[in-house]
């Protein structure tokens, strides 16, 4: 069996979920802002996806800003194992959560085309299938986090 989606019961493990984190002494209010100002290469545009009021925002400005590291797409699953392990190690609530989810298969599951991070579920994307990477890392932290692993 496997959790498809993170929704509804299990929407703490997406990166937009609130769960603040705190990254070289800054408090971040989800892994996705952290995620996302990790790309940047100046102070300035960190500060400015730190402040945007809501994940989706700071998605769109990680995507859109520059100057970004010339190294993102080798550093990338990196970077989110790290934010993940520090949403989980810093909010015990929610490494409960994802503790009782067991060994279950996490695929994130969505209908924008996101075939790296996720599954894209949708009629265009049914025939491709996904890397699930955040999938694949969050299944690596609940591991790694698993006592008496």
């Given at each position: 069996m496997a959790i498809r989606h993170f929704r509804g019961e299990?929407?703490?493990?997406?990166?937009f979920a609130e769960s603040m984190i705190v990254v070289d002494g800054l408090i971040w209010g989800t892994v996705e802002h952290a995620f996302q100002a990790a790309k940047?290469?100046?102070?300035?545009?960190?500060?400015?996806?730190?402040?945007?009021?809501?994940?989706?925002l700071a998605k769109y400005l990680g995507r859109t800003l520059s100057p970004r590291r010339t190294d993102w797409e080798q550093c990338k699953e990196d970077i989110m194992h790290q934010m993940v392990t520090l949403k989980f190690k810093q909010n015990e609530h929610l490494l409960a959560k994802l503790l009782s989810t067991g060994t279950e298969e996490l695929v994130e599951g969505n209908n924008w085309h996101d075939n790296i991070w996720g599954d894209c579920e949708c009629p265009e994307c049914q025939n491709i299938p996904g890397q699930n990477l955040l999938g694949k890392v969050i299944m690596r932290v609940r591991s790694e986090l698993t006592p008496n692993q």
């Open positions: 299990y929407a703490f493990l997406s990166n940047m290469l100046d102070e300035a545009n960190k500060e400015r996806i730190r402040g945007a009021p809501y994940p989706r």
